[in-house]
């Protein structure tokens, strides 16, 4: 969830389908940024983002979403504008994946190896930083 704008295809796409529907996210974001902000371009980049107008500099990222739920779109985006300012990002889109797949299925193929690729990158940057 860090576009406030939900203008996505994916953001479309599961609206009134999934385990995190159009409706929730909507009524998410009107919580987080009042209705003032809540859909607008203004809305200041620590709260949203995908507002950010400059992404160089970040720490290292693992970005991850199934490939069937509303976040899809906005989080594949985000990786490529880390990756375009010479970042690191780590982005898996899990096939057949929606919305907190890993906690309605943990014992699923797809939950137990997306659990193993969060700790492998973890293992990764862990030992990258010593």
């Known amino acids: 969830m860090i576009d406030n704008t939900n203008t996505t295809v994916a953001s479309r796409q599961y609206d009134g389908i999934g385990t995190w529907q159009r409706e929730l ?34 720490p290292p990222a693992y970005i991850e979403v199934g490939e069937a739920e509303a976040f899809r779109d906005e989080d594949t985006e985000y990786a490529l504008r880390i990756w375009a300012t010479g970042g690191q990002a780590e982005l898996h889109v899990w096939g057949g994946g929606a919305h907190g797949f890993d906690m309605y299925m943990p014992e699923a193929e797809i939950s137990r190896a997306a659990l193993a690729a969060r700790a492998s990158w973890l293992r990764r940057i862990w030992r990258a930083a010593r």
């Not at 996210?25 to 003032?36: E, F, H, R």
């Open 25 to 58: 996210n909507l009524l998410a974001w009107s919580c987080v940024l009042g209705d003032d902000l809540a859909f607008s371009d203004e809305a200041p980049a620590y709260a949203a983002p995908s507002r950010a107008a400059d992404l160089s500099g970040l």
